[in-house]
């Protein structure tokens, strides 16, 4: 029977050995970031179009849409937004029924990539509930956006499961998956152009 400690590890395309169960922030790098996530489906991949509609380009637009919603905010929450989901470039994405259904592992083992990557990135471990309810918001408008315009499902339904968004937030915004070396290009002068502003 193998140890699981003898691979509770990732090599990462930049040669970073990233430990999964004590993740160090010295082995985080935002182009393994930004590559897995570009990789990483939303929605098991069920989304209508020509790409998947990745994990970075939900990050990207919920970045965008965080700001639109707090345009005065300090842009090292911009950045909090657009690493929000950072922790799938090594866990995945998994939808909510089957994070339920693993339990607490799953979300301790993401509260700990969270922190170490906040700290590799100059932010606090934990953001504070008042930018978290933000970005929450953004997420899950982007989330029920996803839902109606890519994912098949109707208004009632993303509304049952996801409420019913602040409407205004979403106006005249659309979804369109993109090719993942794009998004990942996307993702990376987003977060270069954030890094300049902090």
């Not at 970073?16 to 098991?44: C, K, Q, T």
């Not at 919603?69 to 922790?87: G, V």
């Not at 100059?122 to 918001?137: T, Y």
Request: aromatic share 10%.
């Amino acid at each position: 029977m193998t140890d699981l400690k003898t691979r509770a590890w990732q090599r990462m395309l930049s040669g970073r050995r990233l430990d999964l169960l004590n993740p160090s922030p010295m082995d985080i790098e935002i182009e393994d970031i930004a590559h897995g996530l570009s990789f990483v489906a939303r929605w098991n991949g069920q989304t209508f179009g020509k790409f998947p509609y990745s994990v970075a380009e939900h990050s990207v637009f919920v970045e965008k849409l965080f700001f639109k919603i707090n345009p005065q905010i300090d842009p090292k929450w911009r950045l909090a937004a657009l690493l929000h989901d950072a922790p799938e470039y090594v866990i995945g994405d998994m939808i909510s029924p089957v994070k339920s259904s693993v339990g607490q592992g799953y979300s301790d083992m993401d509260e700990r990539l969270t922190a170490a990557i906040h700290q590799r990135f100059g932010l606090p471990s934990k953001i504070p509930n008042v930018i978290k309810k933000q970005i929450k918001r953004a997420d899950t408008a982007s989330a029920w956006l996803e839902a109606i315009q890519l994912a098949g499902f109707n208004e009632k339904e993303a509304n049952s499961l996801f409420g019913k968004p602040i409407l205004s937030d979403l106006k005249n915004l659309s979804l369109c998956p993109n090719e993942p070396t794009h998004v990942k290009n996307q993702f990376l002068q987003i977060f270069n152009e954030l890094m300049e502003l902090i």
